[in-house]
């Protein structure tokens, strides 16, 4: 495994730091100036639309495909560390490039199974950004980790089907932007477990899709980035020809969806680490307690020293993970993912905090960005797959060669 980075990576690499620096973290405070002032709280600030344009500009764009249709075609690896970059601003950078969940995962699941008429209603779009989607899985009644327990139904209709049941955390529902709702649901109830489901396209504006409110994250609403919706399908009819793939298809495309979506999760949040790690040594410099500089505090220097260890760690086992997805597949690397879907937000999680402790009550503030990387990075501890459903994977597998 060389990790050295391609000379098409490092190019993209570089383009994107000076991105970030001249663009992405000057335009912060006005991302959240307009969040505060937006008539619609679930709305894109015009900055995001801003950035996006000089996003594309520069070729910054839709680099999550590997694909070469699609965008620039990278690999896992070569994406890696571009994806890592964006995690260091989370709300506004990965959106800018378009390359923000849920609609990287969407895309990708469009690219994979979509038909031709289903590429051009829905995929170019959201290639495009026009439009935004939202994937409803997760329901509130039934233990979602074992997607089997998915009890919305998905009922074929004559020439179509109807969806008749309730989900939620479907995040970006609530952005006018949003079109294209992509929902599981059970379609053969006396099937084999994990051929019972199967995937619809559902337009945003379907009679009986019912959009009940949003829900916080630790009080964050993600308003900006169309909210995390609770939903009803009440009877809302779809063409068949709005299926995705196969009928029974449906566990095996949202396993194919989950692979990329959680390793991209990965590579942003050892960029919110070295966010955290970055303000955490800015303030040891700055600021004197008890007669001398925080820097010279050892259980300081502990933390600042266990972070740089523990990022670097991490990096290289996410490093690993997209390298075996490019060279063996999705499949033969389900370990590696769930290692670092493990070790990704708890890692991040502890830095971020002991970022917090170092700031004392700034850190708690609105005034730095911790919170809300430290909220994102705890709640990553649940989605797409809580870390209990990881390690059994991992246990599983280590004892199964023993």
């Known amino acids: ?24 973290y000057p335009a912060e405070p006005v991302f959240h100036e307009q969040v505060a002032a937006a008539e619609n709280r679930w709305d894109r600030p015009p900055v995001v639309a801003e950035l996006s344009r000089e996003a594309r500009r520069r070729g910054l764009w839709n680099l999550f495909l590997p694909d070469p249709r699609y965008g620039p075609g990278l690999s896992h690896a070569q994406y890696a560390p571009l994806a890592e970059i964006t995690g260091r601003s989370p709300l506004i950078a990965p959106e800018a490039l378009n390359c923000a969940a849920p609609d990287t995962g969407n895309m990708e699941l469009l690219a994979i199974a979509a038909t031709e008429q289903q590429r051009q209603d829905w995929l170019e779009p959201l290639l495009d950004a026009r439009i935004r989607s939202a994937f409803c899985m997760t329901e509130p009644d039934v233990a979602s980790s074992d997607a089997t327990n998915i009890s ?40 084999p477990a994990h051929r019972r ?32 919706a609770e939903i ?49 040594c800015d303030r040891a410099h700055r600021r004197i307690a008890f007669g001398k500089p925080l820097a010279d505090q050892g259980i300081i220097r502990h933390w600042i020293a266990e972070s740089r260890v523990r990022i670097e760690q ?74 209990e459903v990881h390690r059994d994977a991992v246990a599983r597998r280590e004892l199964a060669t023993r």
């Open 1 to 24: 495994m060389d990790f050295t980075p391609d000379p098409k990576t490092e190019h993209l690499r570089d383009q994107l730091l000076e991105f970030m620096d001249s663009h992405v």
């Open 152 to 191: 919305t139904r998905i009922t074929p209709d004559g020439d179509g089907y109807t969806i008749t049941g309730r989900k939620w955390w479907s995040t970006g529902a609530l952005a006018p932007q949003c079109r294209l709702l992509i929902v599981m649901g059970v379609t053969d109830p006396d099937a």
């Open 232 to 280: 009803v399908f009440d009877g809302a009819r779809v063409p068949a020809a709005n299926l995705l793939g196969e009928p029974g298809g449906g566990f095996a495309l949202a396993q194919a969806r989950l692979g990329p979506g959680r390793i991209h999760h990965c590579m942003r949040l050892i960029g919110m680490a070295e966010r955290a790690l970055g303000l955490m």
């Open 197 to 228: 489901q199967s995937i619809v396209l559902v337009p945003r504006d379907t009679p009986g899709v019912h959009v009940l409110r949003g829900t916080d994250v630790f009080g964050f609403d993600d308003g900006a980035h169309g909210g995390h």
């Open 314 to 387: 991490l990096r290289l086992l996410t490093l690993k993970a997209a390298w075996m997805m490019d060279t063996v597949g999705a499949k033969a690397a389900r370990t590696e993912i769930s290692a670092i879907k493990i070790a990704a937000p708890g890692t991040a999680e502890w830095i971020i905090d002991k970022a917090i402790q170092v700031h004392g009550g700034a850190g708690v503030s609105q005034d730095l960005p911790l919170t809300m990387l430290w909220a994102q990075a705890r709640y990553l501890r649940l989605a797409d797959g809580p870390d």
